[in-house]
């Protein structure tokens, strides 16, 4: 089955910038999507079609893409970050949606 | 503002049916332009797509849950829902609904409005 890889945890201080990545094989064709969740609360979408913010979210989070491998870039990292972020995107075909394993980002 | 909405039983037995439904306010579920999907987390864990169904019933489920997976959908009560078979105690998990907009022909889409998500908890 298809899986997109992240890992597991990324830490940096206040002000820095996060960078979180997420690879898979199908990932040049396929669109990746990030969703920042915070403890007891719902998913909530942060980039799609790998680049685009959706209205409301912050201006220092971007999303890239290059080959196989998608980046969230979170630039002047601030407390209420920290959080769970995951990728998702889907296989070859589209037809199969996939979550990457999470990766915890931590404010020092 | 479009909003979504679990319901079901919190608690289910091992080799029962988890049965939950999703119900969607502020539009239609009729809109040609999104799916609508089913994602659980079980508990400390990640997310995982259990499926998504379209307003006239073509339906998209994980391979890995393909043979225990129903999912429906109820144009006139604007509501989806999910059906899970012979669960186990590895199916207790919080499981959130959520509208899912197309990326394109055969490109993945993304998942913009979810909701609240509720604890199923599979145990005798």
């Known amino acids: 089955s298809y899986e997109l890889t992240q890992p597991p945890s990324v830490s940096v201080s206040p002000g820095q910038t996060a960078r979180i990545t997420c690879s898979g094989d199908a990932l040049p064709k396929q669109y990746a999507y990030w969703y920042q969740q915070k403890p007891g609360q719902a998913p909530v979408l942060v980039i799609y079609k790998d680049s685009e913010r959706p209205s409301g979210i912050p201006e220092r989070f971007s999303g890239s893409s290059s080959g196989t491998t998608v980046t969230l870039t979170i630039s002047g990292v601030q407390a209420e970050d920290e959080a769970d972020y995951y990728c998702?995107?889907?296989?070859?075909?589209?037809?199969?949606?996939?979550f990457g394993g999470g990766t915890k980002l931590t404010v020092l | 503002q479009l909003q979504l909405q679990e319901s079901g039983p919190g608690l289910v037995k091992p080799s029962e049916t988890l049965s939950l439904t999703c119900t969607v306010s502020?539009?239609?579920?009729?809109?040609?332009?999104?799916?609508w999907g089913w994602i659980r987390q079980p508990p400390g864990k990640g997310l995982e797509w259990i499926g998504s169904?379209?307003?006239?019933?073509?339906?998209y489920y994980n391979p890995s849950l393909k043979s225990r997976v129903t999912i429906s959908v109820d144009t006139s009560k604007n509501q989806f829902s999910l059906k899970l078979s012979s669960v186990t105690a590895a199916d207790t998990a919080v499981y959130y609904c959520?509208?899912?907009?197309?990326?394109?022909?055969?490109?993945?889409?993304?998942?913009?409005?979810w909701g609240q998500g509720t604890l199923v908890t599979v145990s005798s």
């Open positions: 959520a509208r899912r907009f197309m990326g394109g022909e055969h490109r993945s889409g993304g998942m913009d409005y």
């Open positions: 502020g539009g239609s579920i009729s809109s040609s332009s999104y799916y």
């Open positions: 169904i379209y307003y006239s019933g073509s339906t």
């Open positions: 998702q995107s889907a296989d070859s075909s589209g037809t199969y949606e996939v």
